[in-house]
C-alpha cells in the first residue's frame, strides 16, 4: 500500500479550499467577536470520561480513543467541542452571570456524520450560557443564520423542534429507560409500524399522541394547529408549542423559510429544549445545527441554562459557487531598494506578489501569475504578462 493513501473519509485541503475556509473561519469568528462572544480554544484530546457526556451512545459510537501511555487512562479524541467548552464554563470561567463563547477547530469521527462526509470536520460555533429565556435561544439562532448568509450560503431552510414535548409524553407515561430508547430510535427513523406496536399497551392520549408526533412536521402554523389539538395539553408541551410559535414568527424573513418537526430528536440524550436545524438544496445533511442543553453541566458538577450552534465549514465551502485563486504578481530577484519598496506596497494594498528565485524556472500556470514587475525608466511598473 503506497504511503502516501490516507484512510477512507480523511482528505487533504489543498490550497483553494484551504484559503477559503480559512478565510470563512475569520469572518465568522469576527461577527461572533463583535456580538459579545470571547474565543476557547480546547485541546483535541482529553480523558474519555470528560468527552462521553449523558451515556450517549452515539457521542460513544463516534468517538476515537487510545491509551495514555503516561498515565495508563484511557483518551478521546474529541468527537464535538460543545462539551469540552461547557467544561470550560463550568470550571475554568466560573461565572455567575451570562457567558459567551465561541470556538473553531477540528473534530474527529470514527464514522462518516453523513453522506459524503469527511470525518475530520472543521467545527465552528457559538454557545451562551447562563440563561434560560427565549431570547437566548433566538440570539444563537439568529446568529448561525447571520453567519452562513456571512459566507455566501444563501436560500437556507430553517427545521425547528422541541425535544421537550417528547420528554413530558414519556415523563407522563412513567415509562421505563428502555422502552424510552425504542420510542426514540422509531421516531427518530420515522417507523410507524415499530411506533404502533410499542404504544400498545399505553393509555389511549399517550397512545395517541407518541403516533401523532412523526406526522407533526411541515410549515410551522399548519403544524403547531394540529400539534394543538393532537397532543394533550400539559404545561410542558403547551410551553414548548408556545415557544415554537415565538420564534418561527420572530425569524420570518431572516431565512428563506422555516418549518417544525416535533419528532426530531437529534442529540435527545444531549438537549433539553428548542433545537434547530438549518438545511441547504446542495446537501443531503443538515448545514447547521444547535439547541438548548441545559443539563450537559451536570455532567461537570454544575448545571447551568445553555444553547448554542455549531457547524462544519469543510460542508459549507462545497455549498459555495467555485472561485479561482487570487491572481498574483512575479517580482524579479534583485537587491534594489525601489523594488523592495514597491513589492512592500503592493503587497500591503492585499496583492500577492512572489519573487522569482534565482536559477528556478517560472511556470506562470503554478505560480498562479498573470503580472509582473518590469522596471521602465526610473520606476517598477505592474504590467500585464505575455504568455
Known sequence: MQNWLLPE??????????????????QVLDLLKKSGYQLVAPPLLEYEESLLIADSADMDLRTFKLVDQLSGRTLALRADITP???RIDAHLLNRQGVAR?????????????GLNRTRELLQIGAELYGHGGIESDLEIQQLMLQALALIGVEQVHLDLGHVGVFRALVQHAQLSK????????ALQSKDSTSLQALTEQLDSVLRSALRVLPTLYGSCDEVLARARKSLPDYPEVCAALSDLQTVSVKL???????????????GYHYHSGMVFAAYHAGSHDAIALGGRYDDLGKSFGR??????????????????PACAAQPGIRAPYLDDADLACEIATLRAAGEVVVVSLPGSVDYPDESLCNRELVLQGTRWQVVTMVN
Request: charged letters at 20%.
Open 252 to 266: 420570518h424573513g431572516a431565512v428563506a423559510s422555516v418549518g417544525i418537526d416535533l419528532a426530531d430528536l437529534r
Open 84 to 86: 469540552q467548552v461547557a
Open 178 to 185: 428502555a422502552l424510552e430508547n425504542e420510542l426514540f430510535a
Open 101 to 113: 463563547l465561541c470556538y473553531a477547530g477540528s473534530v474527529l469521527h470514527t464514522i462518516p456524520a
Open 303 to 320: 448545571a447551568r441554562a445553555a444553547t448554542g450552534f455549531s457547524m462544519d465549514l469543510r460542508l459549507l465551502y462545497r455549498l459555495l
Open 9 to 26: 473519509y480523511i482528505q487533504d485541503m489543498l490550497p483553494v479550499e484551504a484559503w477559503r475556509v480559512e478565510k470563512m473561519r475569520a
